[in-house]
């Protein structure tokens, strides 16, 4: 087992707060761990008003970081990912 890795209910908690903080288009649909031998985790975010295709974008992210890092981690790759959405 890794240690000094956040439960996955509070990787979805930092989640949702930094989704808020990004965009009130977006909602965390949950939180989908790797292995047991890994801290990775996928983030499933819902995109309220992007076509269907596109309305659910994954982050993935290792949570052994601490709660602030691992927040301003998800919350600088959700700001990337619609930036390159309205660019296109």
């Known amino acids: 087992m890794i240690e000094n890795r956040l439960a996955v209910r509070a990787v979805a908690q930092i989640a949702a707060e930094a989704a808020r903080d990004a965009s009130p ?5 949950g939180v989908v761990p790797g292995s047991r031998e890994t801290s990775y985790v996928e983030i499933l975010v819902n995109v309220e008003g992007w076509d269907d295709d ?3 974008i994954t982050v993935g992210v290792f949570r052994n970081a601490g709660a602030a890092a691992l927040r301003q981690q998800i919350y ?9 959405h309205s660019a296109n």
């Open 54 to 56: 596109d309305r659910q």
């Open 76 to 84: 600088n790759h959700l700001q990337r990912l619609i930036h390159e």
């Open 25 to 29: 288009d977006l909602k965390i649909a």
